[in-house]
């Protein structure tokens, strides 16, 4: 698996954040209905810098805004 997924290239993404949700439920045995995205966005790292998964979650790049901008 790499360390860094990019999400456009996904085609249902919605998926992609649903098996990352299971993932962390069957490690810490939650119910997947009891938990929530949180989302941190790290300006200062580039995708190809990215070397090691991070210890829960998933590291992805390419999200873009449509109607809205970034401040």
Known sequence: MPPAYWLSGFFFPQAFFTGA???YARKYVLAIDELSFDFKVYDEIEPQDVSD???DGI???GMYFEGARWN
């Open 53 to 55: 998964k991070p210890e």
């Open 21 to 23: 949700m299971q993932n």
């Open 59 to 61: 590291f992805c790049y």
